[in-house]
């Protein structure tokens, strides 16, 4: 069994309390005493409870993440901006995932209450009345491409419909008329706001608007394989596909080669993310760049200062703007899209 603060206390020949201020650097400790507590420490091993010890001190250095998933190099990105910045803040990060309806979420976020001192949540289920039914009003939460309304939480969006709408423009700039698009997950929100801004350049740019050309997808790559077997039987044929996320893309161009359809000279293909195995394929994916990792990093920062504030700041509905990464898979040179990603 492991050792408790009491028999620390014990060894140390000084109270619990004091044992505890040494641990959490709290507190005035002479020197000599707070030696004794350390050798005690050493001596019998002793690892403090880090949610007992976050009880004891209001917070638990730790942060909440909950995502819809894990799988692909999405919410890879996002973890890996998100856990940096909270590790050089003295943060640690802590995730949950795979919640794909509400009862789910609703466990999620009751799980994470009383261990994180704030939650950063993407789910297409949540709602402002779970949060409010399932969290203490001061624990911060960071909404994550989410429909938010009110001024109860804070928020980050990618500008999906901005994004997508300019990609669109940019194949109708090239000749394409007709441009079909591989959707995302229906309920998911950034899957409707791509949607949106497709069908609202085709308005604009004099595209063809049919709806055998918007084909079921769900942000597989097996999605987007099987989308090319639907859009390859349409007549007229569309000349590019516009997919809702790169993983659908790479699907679908592994279809057009398996069809021996060429990319870009038949069918042009482009993405949305910007995920970095895109510049990697031959040929290299064109898409709508989200610097991904930085949602994460720029989710914890907003966490960070709401704590400073303890969530009495007013809430912030922030947007991450998109740029173009051009390449070969629309029939552009390579382009690098412009780095830095900013929120208003």
Known sequence: M??????VARMAGVSIATVSRVLNNVGAVDEQTRMRVSKAVGELRY?????????SRQKTEAIGLVLPDLFGEFFSEVIRGADQTAQLHHHHLVVSSSHNNR???TAAVRMMRGRVDGLLIMSPHIDAQILRENLPRHLPVILLNAPVEGDDFDSLNIDNFAGSAAMVAHLLGHGHRRIALIKGNEENFDARERLRGYRHALAAGGGEQRDEYEIAGNFSEASGYDAV??????????????ACNDTIAIGAMSALREARVRVPDEIAVAGFDDIPISSYLTPSLSTVHVGISQVGVLAVETLLRALDERNAHRKQHRMIHTTLALRGSCGCHESSPAPPVSAS
Not at 229 to 242: C, K, N, Q, V, W
């Open 229 to 242: 077997g639907e859009i390859l039987r349409l007549h007229p044929r569309p000349t590019a596909i516009f």
């Open 103 to 105: 009862e789910e979420i």
């Open 2 to 7: 492991s050792a408790t603060i009491k028999e």
């Open 47 to 55: 690892v403090p409870n880090p949610i007992g010890r976050g009880l």
